[in-house]
């Protein structure tokens, strides 16, 4: 978004920076559930946190450490939902990851993500 954000100032070509900017996004997006085997609302929501660019490769590149960190939590409130037997609220996970600050560390991301599936309890009829 800074790169964009810095060339739209100029004002030569800003709609083509712009729209481009967009597709290398959604380029991304794509390239890093594939690379990752994440989902895509994870992905989206990474790729508020790196710099768009026009090299998707290097966003994908730097999506790995938000990646990381939110595939972990994904998986440890996966567990914590398993072992507590609250197998309605798993549909929820990927969704509640993808609403923390992925640029916390990865236990404030997973006790944000708890608490957001938590949250959702009554909605899976509990």
């Known amino acids: 978004m800074l790169y964009i954000s810095n060339h739209l100032l100029r004002g030569k070509g800003c709609l083509d ?32 946190y790196i710099i768009w660019t026009d090299n998707v490769d290097e966003m994908v590149n730097n999506a790995k450490p938000y990646v990381e960190k939110a595939k972990n939590a994904v998986e440890r409130v996966r567990e914590e ?40 309890i009554e909605n899976v009829g509990y």
């Open 17 to 48: 920076l712009s729209i481009r900017g967009v597709e290398n996004a959604e380029k991304a997006i794509s390239s890093i559930v594939s690379a990752y085997g994440i989902s895509g609302v994870i992905a989206s929501a990474i790729i508020s």
């Open 81 to 120: 939902l398993i072992k507590t037997r609250n197998y309605r609220l798993l549909s929820y996970v990927d969704e509640c990851v993808a609403q923390q600050e992925l640029d916390l560390d990865e236990d404030d991301i997973y006790q944000g993500a708890l608490g957001c599936v938590f949250s959702n």
